[in-house]
C-alpha cells in the first residue's frame, strides 16, 4: 500500500506529534494563529500578482495590485484580521513586489511538487511559491516568509524536501538554489541543495517516524503559545 505525506504534514509532526494526530489523524478543528492568516493572504496576493503580471507580460502594475489586495481583502481576509494587519501587509508587500519580481524570469507560480521515495512506499507533495529561471542555466525556488529570519534555519526540513523537489523535478538545471523572502523586513536568506542522496536519507529519516510513530505524543515546542490544542485545553502538556 502506498503512504501519502505532504510537507505541511510532516512539518506540523516535526512541531508536535500530537498535534499532527490531532489534526491529521484524528481530523479534529483546529484553528489557524492570525500569524498563519497573515502569511497566506500574503501568499494569496502574490500568487494572484505574479500570475496577472505574466499574462499581461508587464514588470509591475500598482492598480493590478490594488486591485488583487482590495478584493481579497473585502472577499476573505477583512474579517479575520484587522486594520492594523492591512496596512501592514500593504506596506512590505508593496517595497517587495517595487524590486524583487523579475517576470521575465517566472517559469511558474504555486505550483505543486511531488516525488516517490521507494524505501518507504511513501509519496511527498507540497506546493512552490515560484520558480524562476537564472542566467547561465541555474534554478532559483523562492519562498515567501511572514516570520523573522533570526529565528529560521535554512538547512532544515523544507529545504531538504524542496531541495530534492527541485533536484528531482528539474535535473535539465545545472546550478539549483532555494531564496527565502522573509517579506515584512525585506531580508532574505538562502539554501543550495546539491546532493540529491543526501538530501533523500535526510527526509527518510524524518518521514519514517511520521510513518511508524504509534505514541504521537506532545511535545513542547516554540509554537505551543499559538496552538489551538492547549487553547481549547486538550493538550497534557500545556498548562
Ligand atoms: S500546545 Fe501541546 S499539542 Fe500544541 S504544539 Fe504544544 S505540546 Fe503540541
Not at 56 to 76: A, E, G, H, P
Not at 193 to 200: C, E, F, N, T, V
Not at 205 to 223: E, R, Y
Request: hydrophobic share 35%; aromatic share 16%; charged share 30%.
Amino acid at each position: 500500500m502506498k503512504n501519502y505525506l505532504t510537507y505541511s504534514k510532516i512539518d506540523t509532526y516535526v512541531q508536535c506529534p500530537f498535534k499532527y494526530k490531532w489534526i491529521y489523524i484524528d481530523r479534529n478543528d483546529y484553528k489557524r494563529n492570525i500569524a498563519s492568516e497573515r502569511g497566506i493572504f500574503a501568499r494569496a496576493v502574490l500568487e494572484r500578482y505574479v500570475t496577472k503580471l505574466m499574462e499581461l507580460k508587464k514588470k509591475k502594475n500598482l492598480k493590478v495590485f490594488d486591485k488583487i489586495f482590495n478584493t481579497l481583502w473585502s472577499d476573505t481576509y477583512g474579517i479575520i484580521l484587522s486594520d492594523y494587519d492591512k496596512h501592514k501587509i500593504k506596506d512590505y508587500l508593496l517595497v517587495y513586489i517595487q524590486k524583487s519580481i523579475e517576470i521575465k524570469h517566472v517559469l511558474a507560480v504555486e505550483c505543486q511538487f511531488s516525488f516517490y521515495l521507494a524505501e518507504l512506499k511513501l509519496q511527498v507533495s507540497g506546493r512552490f511559491n515560484r520558480v524562476e529561471s537564472l542566467p547561465v542555466n541555474r534554478l532559483k525556488l523562492i519562498d515567501y516568509k511572514i516570520g523573522q529570519s533570526q529565528f529560521f534555519f535554512s538547512d532544515s526540513l523544507q529545504s531538504w524536501i524542496y531541495g530534492y523537489a527541485l533536484l528531482d523535478r528539474f535535473p535539465e538545471y545545472g546550478g539549483h538554489q532555494i531564496s527565502y523572502r522573509f517579506l515584512e523586513k525585506n531580508e532574505f536568506m538562502g539554501f543550495k541543495p546539491q546532493d540529491k542522496s543526501k538530501l533523500k536519507s535526510k527526509i527518510i529519516g524524518v518521514a519514517s517516524s511520521v510513518l511508524s510513530d504509534c505514541q504521537m505524543l506532545p511535545t513542547k515546542n516554540k509554537w505551543c503559545d499559538f496552538c489551538d490544542i492547549c487553547e481549547q485545553g486538550k493538550c497534557s502538556e500545556w498548562n
